[in-house]
């Protein structure tokens, strides 16, 4: 089995630069992308940012400038810096992962969600 777990998540002030982290744990022999999405209420999931294995990053318009995702491929672990939040940047922010575990098949992970919330 294989779990994704986020940490980092919380109530923030506008302007400030929280850090997710995102650790993948289980019977895992590769990762391929990893990702970060985001879902505010009433609205669908939505890209935030992935990064490959070879730290390609991908951005969506709304974040460029802002967040930055990394990785560290030896703890299986995918961050997300966000700086200069807004309080449209409130919403439950989800790590994915595309992995290939000991059964060699690649299959797409999801975590639980931790809430970002930007207020005053």
């Known amino acids: 089995q294989v779990q994704l777990v986020e940490s980092g998540g919380g109530l923030v002030q506008p302007g400030g630069s929280p850090r997710l982290s995102c650790v993948a744990s289980g019977s895992i022999l590769s990762i391929n992308t990893m990702g970060w999405y985001r879902q505010a209420p009433g609205n669908q999931r939505e890209l935030v940012a992935t990064i490959t294995s070879g730290g390609s990053t991908n951005y969506a318009d709304s974040v460029k400038g802002r967040f930055t995702i990394s990785r560290d491929n030896a703890k299986n672990t995918v961050y997300l810096q966000m700086n200069s939040l807004k309080p449209e940047d409130t919403a439950v922010y989800y790590c994915?992962?595309?992995?290939?575990?000991?059964?060699?098949?690649?299959?797409?992970?999801w975590g639980q969600g931790t809430q970002v919330s930007v207020s005053s």
């Open positions: 994915n992962a595309l992995i290939k575990t000991m059964t060699r098949l690649w299959n797409n992970y």
